[in-house]
């Protein structure tokens, strides 16, 4: 199947810093990468998606001055935490489809998944 | 709008027993729903899906899953279960009707005993 790559794994910031998250597509192109939050023992919360070359789609209720997403090229897209308090302390997970051209007819790959830890 | 159901927190199976892990979703028009496995401090792992044809389909590690519509269930299993399917399983749907987003359910922790 598709590799998706997420980096870092893990990270702790402090307080009032940001932090940069990478997901990358392996072995093909995304055009659009998704990006979820995963709080302790609950499911994934959908907070924006992810399109190359134009502005990130958010969902409800997500900040996006805060989360800010770029979609530079067709196999990276980064989210980047900015001014990072503790309440953001969570997992962030990132996931993106291949191929392309059978839009939600094939499953999703996800990253890794990155702890973000604000201290 | 779309939805996923998993009634069960968590279930607990003896080692070799066959497990079940219920799954009902709602969507407009025909749906296309997926098992992803999740283990501790990682990303989800694709198992199964179902898009179109035979009812029941099989994915990897021995899993499988039986489309029922009138029931609109999805329910995931395995004949025999083993202590290294612990996990945390989840069910998704993405709605054939358009659209990227894949709605998950809560998610289910699978605890198989010795």
């Known amino acids: 199947g598709a590799v998706v790559s997420q980096h870092p794994s893990r990270v702790i910031c402090k307080s009032g810093t940001s932090v940069k998250i990478e997901c990358r597509s392996l072995d093909f192109q995304a055009t659009t990468m998704f990006w979820y939050r995963q709080f302790p023992k609950q499911s994934l919360m959908l907070m924006a998606t992810?399109?190359?070359?134009?502005?990130?789609?958010?969902e409800q209720g997500v900040e996006k001055d805060k989360f800010l997403i770029n979609h530079a090229s067709l196999t990276l897209s980064t989210l980047t935490v900015t001014s990072a308090h503790p309440e953001d302390s969570s997992f962030y997970i990132c996931?993106?489809?291949?191929?392309?051209?059978?839009?939600?007819?094939?499953?999703?790959?996800f990253g890794q998944g990155t702890r973000l830890t604000v201290v | 709008a779309q939805s996923v159901a998993q009634p069960e927190d968590q279930v607990n199976v003896a080692e070799g027993n066959p497990l079940t892990v219920k799954c009902t979703y709602s969507v407009s028009g025909n749906p296309y729903l997926f098992w992803y496995v999740q283990y501790p401090n990682r990303g989800l792992q694709f198992l199964l899906k179902y898009i179109t044809g035979d009812n029941l389909v099989k994915g990897s590690y021995g899993f499988e899953a039986e489309f029922n519509k009138s029931q609109t269930s999805f329910h995931l299993k395995k004949p025999s279960a083993l202590v290294s399917d612990s996990a945390l399983y989840f069910c998704?749907?993405?709605?054939?009707?358009?659209?990227?987003?894949?709605?998950f359910g809560t998610g289910t922790q699978l605890k198989v005993e010795l």
């Open positions: 996931s993106a489809r291949d191929p392309e051209t059978r839009p939600g007819n094939t499953e999703a790959f």
């Open positions: 998704a749907v993405r709605s054939t009707g358009g659209g990227n987003k894949l709605t």
């Open positions: 992810s399109n190359e070359g134009s502005k990130a789609t958010y």
